[in-house]
């Protein structure tokens, strides 16, 4: 068996075939199997004006990991992780599931996706993109999937990018994140909880995911002479990305005033350190230091943020889908 062939055994077995993108595809399919594409669409529908709670929610987010796979697959592509054309099970797959007329407004129309759309244009137009795997092409791609791993354990980050994408915890809400990541009162009073609200939760999912946008630009800059490959990596998070912007782009003065402020008091400090990276009391760190150190990091957190969320990045994958050639298509 071809090294790259393993690579995609080894991502099909820890991405797709248990937990949240396996339960996803049988979501997805066990309506579609019993005639219930209706049913299907309901499950998939906007959140306003009917809202989504409960079991729907849950079902939901487990078909938000089904569609992140094939994401994944096609970045491992671009990275020449695997193969450089989907596999005949993933493709067909993919067509069944999200290009399934009851799915596609999910993604294309309600909570606007880019890189599924991608995907499933990759996969349609059965397209083949040859990169050999290269020691930087490889170690940034598993480089991406630690970042992503480190996204999906951390539950105060979860929260957050939960928030981001419309849901509410309890009564908290984006809203609530952001009025507190505002005020420098409420913002000292949610680093210095004992006992987190949600919407406390996520300001510190907020602050953690600065730390993981500063480690993703260092990615984007290693990969510069692989721009779709970059382009890959940003458009998988793009989602994201794109509500950032939109929600929360114009007040990041504020915010990162606040939080250079209350990182100025080492009361502060030291308990955000403890919560942020799971650590005692920094070592090396005087009081004196304290104000310099917090104002130096905080402005690289907030010049590695507009780095990243720069849309330039999603060009390069544009440009490949409208001016090159696909192969025969599938359908």
Sequence with gaps: ?????????????????????????NNIMNLINNRKED?????????DPIGVYGQE?????????????YNLL????????????????????????????????YYSEYYEYKMTSYTVRFVEQNRFFEQEGNPVTISAFNEFISLNRFLKRDEDIKRFLGMLDYVWYSDDSLNDVIEILSSQEKLNAA???????EAESAVFG???????????RQLLMRTEKYPLLQSSFWMFHGYYFDRMNINMRTIFDKIFTNLTNSLYKPEIFYNVAKEAYNTKKPKNIQIFTMEDYAARSISWSY?????????????????????????????
């Design 191 to 197: 680093f210095a909880s004992k006992v987190k609200t």
């Design 206 to 216: 907020f602050f953690k995911y600065t730390s993981f946008l500063s480690d993703f």
């Design 74 to 105: 096609l970045v491992a592509i671009f990275a020449g992780y695997v193969p450089g054309r989907f596999d005949k099970e993933s493709a067909k797959e993919i067509l069944a599931t999200i290009k399934h007329p009851s799915v596609i407004p």
């Design 1 to 25: 068996m071809e090294p790259k062939e393993r690579n995609l055994l080894s991502v099909k077995a820890e991405f797709h075939d248990k937990g949240k993108a396996a339960r996803g595809y």
């Design 303 to 331: 010049i590695d943020i507009a780095f990243v969320l720069d849309k330039k990045w999603a060009k390069p994958l544009q440009m490949y889908f409208e001016h090159t050639l696909p192969a025969e298509p599938l359908i």
């Design 39 to 47: 049913d299907l669409g309901y499950l998939l529908r906007f959140h």
């Design 57 to 69: 929610l849950i079902e939901r987010f487990e078909i938000d990991a089904l569609i992140e796979y």
